[in-house]
Nanobody, 123 residues
């Protein structure tokens, strides 16, 4: 059974930092592209950051570029999202997702999703 589990969300003041983690089991983590997505209340889900199997290929939405960094540790089956200079507009539920194909993650259509972790940024 494939399981995707996010952690690390919380409440932070504007300008602060958080690191999200995502652990994956039930699949060969190093063979999957991974991504972080977020959905604010009343808004559509958006792709935040995505990375290929080895972590050498990655992409970011314009809204987080330069502030967020995606990384992965294939030995630990774990994906990370380092978020710096957080702003109230970053408040959302953050989801981790996996797919065999990089393109599927990049366009926001990965196969396997976690339940999400809430990030709230106060002004």
């Amino acid at each position: 059974q494939i399981q995707v589990a996010e952690s690390g969300g919380g409440l932070v003041q504007a300008g602060g930092s958080l690191e999200l983690s995502c652990t994956v089991s039930g699949l060969s983590f190093g063979d999957y592209s991974m991504g972080w997505f977020r959905q604010a209340s009343g808004e559509e889900r958006e792709a935040v950051a995505w990375t290929g199997e080895s972590g050498g290929l990655s992409g970011y939405s314009d809204s987080v570029k330069g502030r967020f960094t995606i990384s992965r540790d294939n030995a630990k089956n774990t994906l990370y999202l380092q978020m710096n200079d957080l702003q109230p507009a970053d408040t959302a539920m953050y989801f981790c997702a996996a797919d065999k194909f990089f393109h599927s993650v990049a366009v926001g259509e990965p196969s396997y999703w976690g339940q999400g972790t809430q990030v709230t940024v106060s002004s």
